[in-house]
């Protein structure tokens, strides 16, 4: 019998049937609970709102889950000395995928002058083909890529940018500076699905919010600290950039009184563009602690030194 610590409890009532019911449907004999002996924990999962921050007491606990894809609130954690693994869920990618692609043809079709149009305007200016309108992609993780190629197969030029070559097929795959330079000039849609990392702080900033086309679309459903709050504000109001829409933000909830609440070309969604959902998430669960109890190494462990 395995002792699975659950340490999000305003999580519990999502996951206390359906991880139970995962890991024994995975054949694991196991008992989740929300309290134990931190010495007899042989895996702890663990969101940014667990209480739990001092892993020391866990010798014996074998790896840390995370119900969330991103894990800058737990990476520097100098008590976790056991493994990190990310969420990487179906589920999760699939609302990704809806959400991108959804705020892309918004942009793309122009759709808002036609839903908000209180004085009856007839403007018959059709939108351009997909196949005309450039589109780059930060990062080619396991969201982005996955929203790489949802657009790529509706024609959509994509160009996605990561830290190492990638190959994606049906993807321009870039990297490195000069890569990042290329991904986004010209670009009239740019998707950030970076981690936050020291490496991705300011990734759009200034400098490289000149380079997309003029009037470009910034969709950010990565994390907040890759744009420049202030340079994405002076890019929007110089024209440069046409629209942001943005679902995460360096302090969350936003604060009432951000100046991206008002702004006139700003959407922004509540950090709601790919919830973890409990049912899939446990079947992701259970596979990592079936392969771990297995001896077969961890799916999307964390690199400590990397950040993501
Ligand atoms: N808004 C939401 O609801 C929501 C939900 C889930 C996740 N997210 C965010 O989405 C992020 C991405 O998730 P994921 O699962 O796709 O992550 P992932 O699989 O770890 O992929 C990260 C990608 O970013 C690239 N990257 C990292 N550092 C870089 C750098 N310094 N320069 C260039 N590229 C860099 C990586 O390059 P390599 O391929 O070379 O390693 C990889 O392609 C998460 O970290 C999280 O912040 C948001």
Same mark, same amino acid.
């Given at each position: 019998?395995?002792?699975?610590?659950?340490a999000?409890?305003?999580?519990?009532g999502e996951?206390?049937?359906?991880l139970?019911?995962?890991?024994a449907?995975?054949?694991?004999?196991?008992?989740?609970v929300?309290?134990?002996?931190s010495?007899?924990?042989?895996?702890?999962?663990?969101a940014?709102?667990?209480?739990?921050?001092?892993f020391?007491?866990?010798?014996?606990?074998?790896?840390?889950?995370?119900?969330?894809?991103?894990?800058? !609130?737990?990476?520097?954690?100098?008590?976790?000395?056991?493994?990190?693994?990310?969420?990487v869920?179906p589920?999760?990618? +699939?609302?990704?995928?809806?959400?991108?692609?959804?705020? @892309?043809? /918004?942009h793309?079709?122009?759709?808002d002058?036609?839903?908000?149009?209180?004085d009856h /305007?007839?403007?018959?200016?059709?939108?351009?083909?997909? /196949?005309?309108r450039?589109?780059?992609v930060?990062?080619l993780? =396991?969201?982005?890529? &996955?929203?790489a190629?949802?657009?790529?197969?509706?024609? *959509?030029?994509?160009?996605?940018?990561?830290?190492?070559?990638?190959?994606v097929?049906?993807? %321009?795959?870039?990297?490195? +500076?000069?890569?990042?330079?290329?991904?986004?000039?010209?670009?009239?849609i740019?998707?950030?699905?970076?981690? /936050?990392?020291?490496?991705?702080e300011?990734t759009?900033?200034?400098?490289?919010?000149a380079?997309? @086309?003029?009037g470009?679309?910034?969709?950010?459903?990565? !994390? $907040?600290?890759?744009?420049d709050? +202030?340079a994405?504000? &002076?890019?929007l109001?110089?024209?440069?950039i046409?629209?942001?829409?943005?679902d995460? *933000?360096?302090?969350e909830?936003?604060?009432?009184?951000h100046?991206?609440?008002a702004?006139?070309?700003?959407?922004?969604?509540?950090?709601?563009?790919?919830?973890?959902?409990?049912?899939? =998430?446990?079947?992701?669960?259970?596979?990592?602690?079936?392969r771990? +109890?297995? $001896?077969?190494?961890?799916?999307?462990?964390v690199? %400590?030194?990397?950040?993501?």
């Amino acid at each position: 019998m395995i002792t699975v610590l659950f340490a999000a409890p305003d999580l519990w009532g999502e996951y206390s049937d359906v991880l139970p019911q995962a890991l024994a449907e995975a054949g694991i004999t196991a008992q989740v609970v929300q309290e134990a002996d931190s010495g007899t924990v042989d895996y702890i999962i663990y969101a940014p709102s667990a209480p739990l921050q001092d892993f020391t007491p866990f010798v014996r606990a074998k790896a840390v889950l995370s119900l969330w894809a991103g894990v800058e !609130r737990i990476v520097g954690n100098a008590t976790l000395t056991q493994p990190l693994c990310r969420m990487v869920d179906p589920s999760l990618t +699939e609302s990704m995928v809806e959400w991108v692609v959804g705020h @892309a043809l /918004r942009h793309h079709l122009g759709m808002d002058a036609h839903i908000v149009n209180p004085d009856h /305007r007839w403007i018959p200016v059709a939108p351009p083909l997909a /196949r005309n309108r450039p589109v780059t992609v930060l990062g080619l993780g =396991a969201l982005g890529t &996955a929203c790489a190629q949802a657009l790529a197969g509706l024609n *959509f030029p994509v160009t996605g940018w990561s830290r190492t070559q990638k190959t994606v097929p049906g993807v %321009r795959c870039l990297s490195g +500076e000069d890569g990042l330079r290329q991904a986004l000039t010209g670009a009239q849609i740019v998707v950030t699905l970076l981690p /936050r990392t020291p490496g991705t702080e300011n990734t759009l900033n200034a400098g490289t919010l000149a380079l997309p @086309a003029r009037g470009a679309v910034v969709l950010n459903p990565g !994390r $907040g600290p890759l744009i420049d709050d +202030e340079a994405l504000l &002076a890019a929007l109001d110089a024209g440069q950039i046409g629209h942001a829409t943005l679902d995460v *933000f360096r302090v969350e909830p936003l604060p009432q009184d951000h100046a991206f609440w008002a702004h006139p070309r700003v959407t922004v969604t509540p950090h709601i563009a790919a919830d973890t959902r409990a049912e899939s =998430a446990s079947g992701v669960i259970a596979e990592n602690i079936r392969r771990s +109890e297995a $001896g077969a190494p961890l799916l999307h462990r964390v690199d %400590r030194t990397l950040g993501y």
